[in-house]
Nanobody
């Protein structure tokens, strides 16, 4: 199965942009649905976005719709989360997740997770 490593987090001012990357290794990346989730201190994990195997479909959480864009490159074994118009409430640890099962698309229950990358948006 793949291993996932996120990068690209950091500190940004409100209204700014960041691009998160998720590097996959050790498996056939195109077999996996990829999701991005986030968790802020004291809050439950929140679904952010997902993309299916060959980018035919994407899905977004209501709080990021229209501001964030998920994409993937199966040749480079990479997934991305472009975050625009960032708000202080977007501050969280962002996690990349992957699963081969189509069930994950509906359930948001992924079996493979990265370590996370911190995103902090200042007001």
């Amino acid at each position: 199965q793949v291993l996932l490593e996120e990068s690209g987090g950091g500190l940004v001012q409100a209204g700014g942009s960041l691009r998160l990357s998720c590097a996959a290794s050790g498996g056939i990346f195109s077999r996996y649905i990829v999701g991005w989730f986030r968790q802020a201190p004291g809050k439950e994990r929140e679904f952010v976005a997902a993309i299916n195997w060959y980018s035919y479909n994407t899905n977004y959480g209501d709080s990021v719709l229209g501001r964030f864009t998920i994409s993937r490159d199966n040749v480079k074994n990479m997934a991305y989360l472009q975050m625009n118009s960032l708000k202080p409430e977007d501050t969280a640890v962002y996690y990349c997740a992957a699963d081969t099962s189509a069930t994950a698309w509906v359930s948001n229950e992924y079996h493979i997770w990265g370590q996370g990358t911190q995103v902090t948006v200042s007001s």
